[in-house]
């Protein structure tokens, strides 16, 4: 008999409802960034030992987002009740609710569940994809939730009472606070995920500065065709939500190889309350799957940090490209930098088109893609290429560079490029390095001067370029090192020699001294 009631429907709704009374009684305050981080990073450590670090984020992701939006169903469910004095059926309206919640599938309804509490998870999971599919279709990855030996009914146990310890509902996590959450936990597990970091996340520092060069405006299409997790999609609304300007207008556009991070770059924008947008999952080079009338679509604005060096890729496909991208040539079957490269412009619209790719060095100047360098240089859409230090792609020492390119340059730019080395304007702490505020607004100032800079910054005719230096773009052949810089650096070395000598004399005197005392001459 109390089987039969707890599993009526009635129960249920009463269930609800006695909850949303009792949080509208004793509302929770509003968490801390810090109590938001430490609360999600304790999840992380249930898992520590038993799934490997870097598969963390197939997990913990999904939960997450379940547990948020029920604790929003229910939230959205109290204001239904507050503005229908208590009707309990125009509380349940799918009007009411942001997500739909079918039956069954609410986060407290697992939590019951004590037995193949995995299998009864993933029923759950799928029915609200498929209650909201047009929203979140796949969203919930395809972590192996039924698999006991990798995650038993009592650590799947752990997980969902730790977090049910925490009312996720927007009143007491606001939106922006449950995005720089989620942007914390992508970067925990960045840093514990070893080499494939770089496949889902860039540092979010460089992704600014790559923002502040492009600058999107209100109700411009932004484009990341290797969207990762989303944060340079991300990006370009926060720089909008900074200068106090409409962010919801943008129109964000993302494709990404694998299936898990696709999700997390969904389950991102929706943490961030933003709705707007369309990121799916495939591969950019071999299946462009964002198309207008069977053709690319093109965007105001491409910001993308695309995978490096890539060897396996449909090169022979590429040299007939049924979307045209082979627009200066087909690059080498080892690296694939210029085949993303020509995608980005191909979808750039042309007239208000402009991009910023994150690159490693070589793009600049390996004589396996001269031809087509040389091209991109001829056209004129070469804008900026900008040198940024080493340790700036995630797990690598690398330094790498930024390129920057314009459809239609303005006229003072028209025919030139800028270049700018940036490579001391960055902070390196151990292993990791990030850009500060005035490294960021010295680069970006000096992108938007468009003047020359000793040492620093140099305008160069694309004709120079092409006639003197073949097309080469290596930053060291046009921004030259002044000697005051040399002549600084040397003195700063004769100085620490000097001093080094003091310390040495020092040193062997009280040596001597002690010696002596010990009746050694």
Same mark, same amino acid.
């Given at each position: 008999?109390?089987?039969?009631?707890?599993?009526?429907?009635?129960?249920?709704?009463?269930?609800?409802?006695?909850?949303?009374?009792?949080?509208?009684?004793?509302?929770?305050?509003?968490?801390?960034?810090?109590?938001?981080?430490?609360?999600?990073?304790?999840?992380?450590?249930?898992?520590?030992?038993?799934?490997?670090?870097?598969?963390?984020?197939?997990? &913990?992701?999904?939960?997450?987002?379940?547990?948020?939006?029920?604790?929003?169903?229910?939230?959205?469910?109290?204001?239904?009740?507050?503005?229908?004095?208590?009707?309990?059926?125009?509380?349940?309206?799918?009007?009411?609710?942001?997500?739909?919640?079918?039956?069954?599938?609410?986060?407290?309804?697992?939590?019951?569940?004590?037995?193949?509490?995995?299998?009864?998870?993933?029923?759950?999971?799928?029915?609200?994809?498929?209650?909201?599919?047009?929203?979140?279709?796949?969203?919930?990855?395809?972590?192996?939730?039924?698999?006991?030996?990798?995650?038993?009914?009592?650590?799947?146990?752990?997980?969902?009472?730790?977090?049910?310890?925490?009312?996720?509902?927007?009143?007491? /996590?606001?939106?922006?606070?449950?995005?720089?959450?989620?942007?914390?936990?992508?970067?925990?597990?960045?840093?514990?995920?070893?080499?494939?970091?770089?496949?889902?996340?860039?540092?979010?520092?460089? /992704?600014?500065?790559?923002?502040?060069?492009?600058?999107?405006?209100?109700?411009?299409?932004?484009?990341?065709?290797?969207?990762?997790?989303?944060?340079?999609?991300?990006?370009?609304?926060?720089?909008?939500?900074?200068?106090?300007?409409?962010?919801?207008?943008?129109?964000?556009?993302?494709?990404?190889?694998?299936?898990?991070?696709?999700?997390?770059?969904?389950?991102?924008?929706?943490?961030?309350?933003?709705?707007?947008?369309? &990121?799916?999952?495939?591969?950019?080079?071999?299946?462009?799957?964002?198309?207008?009338?069977?053709?690319?679509?093109?965007?105001?604005?491409?910001?993308?940090?695309?995978?490096?060096?890539?060897?396996?890729?449909?090169?022979?496909?590429?040299?007939?490209?049924?979307?045209?991208?082979?627009?200066?040539?087909?690059?080498?079957?080892?690296?694939?930098?210029?085949?993303?490269?020509?995608?980005?412009?191909?979808?750039?619209?042309?007239?208000?088109?402009?991009? /910023? /790719?994150?690159?490693?060095?070589?793009?600049?100047?390996?004589?396996?893609?001269?031809?087509?360098?040389?091209?991109?240089?001829?056209?004129?859409?070469?804008?900026?290429?900008?040198?940024?230090?080493?340790?700036?792609?995630?797990?690598?020492?690398?330094?790498?560079?930024?390129?920057?390119?314009?459809?239609?340059?303005?006229?003072?730019?028209?025919?030139? &490029?800028?270049? &700018?080395?940036?490579?001391?304007?960055?902070?390196?702490?151990?292993?990791?390095?990030?850009?500060?505020?005035?490294?960021?607004?010295?680069?970006?100032?000096?992108?938007?001067?468009?003047?020359?800079?000793?040492?620093?910054?140099?305008?160069?005719?694309?004709?120079?370029?092409?006639?003197?230096?073949?097309?080469?773009?290596?930053?060291?052949?046009?921004?030259?090192?002044?000697?005051?810089?040399?002549?600084?650096?040397?003195?700063?070395?004769?100085?620490?020699?000097?001093?080094?000598?003091?310390?040495?004399?020092?040193?062997?005197?009280?040596?001597?001294?002690?010696?002596?005392?010990?009746?050694?001459?």
């Amino acid at each position: 008999f109390l089987s039969k009631l707890l599993s009526h429907p009635c129960f249920k709704l009463q269930f609800i409802t006695i909850s949303v009374i009792l949080r509208l009684e004793f509302p929770n305050k509003v968490m801390t960034q810090k109590q938001l981080e430490d609360y999600l990073w304790g999840a992380a450590n249930i898992l520590r030992g038993m799934i490997d670090a870097a598969d963390f984020k197939q997990y &913990i992701f999904p939960l997450l987002f379940f547990k948020r939006i029920s604790d929003l169903w229910d939230e959205e469910y109290r204001q239904a009740l507050e503005e229908s004095d208590n009707d309990l059926s125009y509380a349940e309206f799918a009007e009411n609710h942001r997500f739909q919640i079918p039956e069954g599938c609410h986060w407290e309804d697992v939590r019951k569940k004590t037995v193949d509490v995995g299998a009864y998870l993933q029923k759950a999971l799928q029915g609200i994809e498929n209650a909201n599919f047009e929203m979140l279709h796949d969203v919930f990855g395809d972590a192996q939730w039924t698999n006991k030996r990798r995650m038993s009914d009592e650590k799947m146990l752990d997980l969902i009472e730790h977090f049910s310890k925490m009312d996720l509902s927007v009143a007491n /996590v606001p939106h922006d606070i449950m995005g720089e959450g989620y942007e914390y936990l992508i970067k925990k597990f960045a840093d514990d995920s070893g080499h494939t970091a770089a496949e889902f996340y860039t540092n979010r520092t460089v /992704v600014k500065l790559m923002t502040q060069i492009t600058n999107p405006k209100s109700s411009e299409s932004i484009y990341d065709p290797t969207c990762g997790s989303g944060g340079i999609l991300l990006g370009s609304a926060l720089h909008l939500k900074e200068q106090g300007k409409e962010y919801r207008t943008l129109k964000l556009y993302g494709q990404e190889l694998n299936l898990i991070t696709s999700a997390i770059a969904r389950m991102n924008m929706f943490m961030h309350n933003i709705d707007e947008f369309l &990121i799916v999952q495939g591969d950019t080079l071999d299946s462009p799957q964002i198309l207008e009338d069977d053709e690319l679509k093109q965007f105001d604005v491409i910001m993308a940090n695309p995978p490096y060096s890539v060897k396996k890729w449909s090169q022979q496909k590429w040299m007939n490209d049924s979307f045209g991208r082979n627009i200066w040539g087909t690059p080498p079957q080892g690296c694939a930098d210029y085949a993303f490269q020509q995608h980005i412009m191909k979808s750039l619209n042309p007239e208000t088109g402009r991009s /910023v /790719v994150l690159w490693p060095h070589g793009v600049l100047f390996r004589d396996s893609e001269a031809g087509i360098r040389r091209r991109m240089i001829e056209e004129d859409y070469v804008d900026a290429v900008i040198g940024l230090g080493k340790n700036l792609f995630y797990n690598s020492s690398m330094e790498s560079c930024l390129l920057v390119c314009r459809m239609k340059k303005p006229a003072e730019r028209k025919g030139k &490029i800028i270049f &700018i080395d940036g490579k001391d304007e960055i902070k390196i702490e151990r292993s990791s390095a990030f850009l500060k505020e005035e490294h960021i607004k010295r680069i970006s100032s000096a992108y938007r001067r468009f003047k020359d800079e000793d040492g620093f910054a140099k305008v160069t005719k694309t004709t120079d370029i092409l006639e003197v230096n073949d097309g080469n773009l290596s930053i060291q052949l046009y921004v030259k090192q002044t000697n005051n810089n040399n002549e600084h650096e040397l003195d700063h070395l004769l100085d620490l020699t000097r001093k080094n000598q003091k310390d040495l004399n020092q040193s062997i005197d009280n040596l001597f001294k002690q010696l002596k005392n010990l009746g050694i001459e």
